[in-house]
């Protein structure tokens, strides 16, 4: 399995962005697929996960109403929309697969597989 991350740039508070994430491999519908951010000085951010099947979506507290994750079977491809930007939403987003989502969006863990990030940068 391998996954890799695109969409990211530069955006003004309040604008908005769509992050993809590419998986490549066998049996893309049985990985719970999410996305976490790591920002200098901070810890990892666990943001938003969706399941095989794409009928459970969990998000961290802060983006909820903000954010939306979808999967598109026929392309092997996970997405995250994100709008209303705000500077503490600026990182390295990173997508990553695991059988299920994780408790409380926690990426600390082992996963099955993970890719290099996408920039997000939201200037105030």
């Known amino acids: 399995v391998q996954l890799q991350a695109s969409g990211g740039g530069l955006v003004q508070t309040g604008g908005s962005l769509r992050v993809s994430c590419t998986f490549s491999?066998?049996?893309?519908?049985?990985?719970?697929i999410g996305w976490f951010r790591q920002a200098p000085g901070r810890k990892r951010e666990g943001v938003s996960c969706?399941?095989?099947?794409?009928?459970?979506?969990d998000y961290k507290e802060s983006v909820k109403g903000r954010f939306t994750i979808s999967r598109d079977k026929a392309k092997n491809t996970v997405y995250l929309q994100m709008d209303s930007l705000k500077p503490d939403d600026t990182g390295v987003y990173h997508c990553?697969?695991?059988?299920?989502?994780?408790?409380?969006?926690?990426?600390?863990?082992?996963?099955?597989?993970w890719g290099q990030g996408t920039q997000v940068t939201v200037s105030s």
């Open positions: 491999g066998s049996w893309f519908d049985i990985y719970a």
């Open positions: 969706i399941s095989g099947s794409g009928s459970t979506t």
């Open positions: 990553a697969a695991t059988r299920l989502c994780p408790y409380e969006l926690d990426y600390n863990g082992a996963l099955d597989a």
